[in-house]
């Protein structure tokens, strides 16, 4: 008998909507865990394959099986909430260092802020941020002038 996966509806009744698929049910393989915990880890997908066993294109399929990214990103998610409940525990901590009195501990946490700061910091472009649009124009207009003005070549000028 197949099973299938329950909802309820407005009318609070239940019913059976789709049939549970086999990748709602079944983990991944040992196997492909230990691919996608070495790929997490930094390890090379040369080192990976001779770990594993599995040839360099079975490293990328089992990469790119949604299955496998499924875990991925829970992994991920789970990394994300950690780091997420740490922050206001370092920046009190950074924010501790700062009013020090030794120099050198003020120092390293001036740099740590400083290297966070820049993560934060709304990016400009290399033209500068005072250029507007306008600006932009104009110059390609006088440049557009510039050659368009010159002389021709036969001009004896």
Request: net charge positive; hydrophobic share 35%.
């Amino acid at each position: 008998m197949p099973e299938y996966a329950l909802t309820q509806s407005s009318d609070n009744q239940i019913r059976n909507k789709r049939k549970v698929r086999r990748n709602d049910l079944v983990p991944i393989p040992h196997r492909w865990n230990k691919v996608l915990g070495m790929h997490l880890a930094g390890v090379s997908t040369k080192d990976i394959c001779e770990e594993t066993g599995y040839s360099l294109g079975n490293v990328y399929l089992v990469l790119k099986n949604p299955r496998v990214q499924a875990v991925r990103q829970q992994m991920l998610s789970v990394y994300q909430d950690e780091f997420e409940a740490l922050f206001g525990q370092v920046t009190e901590n950074i924010r501790k260092q700062l009013t020090d009195t030794d120099v050198k501990t003020q120092q390293v946490a001036q740099d740590q802020w400083l290297k966070a700061e820049k993560k934060f910091n709304i990016k400009h472009s290399k033209s500068g941020p005072s250029e507007s649009a306008e600006d932009m124009v104009a110059k390609l207009l006088n440049v557009n002038v510039q050659v368009n003005v010159a002389p021709p070549e036969g001009d004896g000028r």
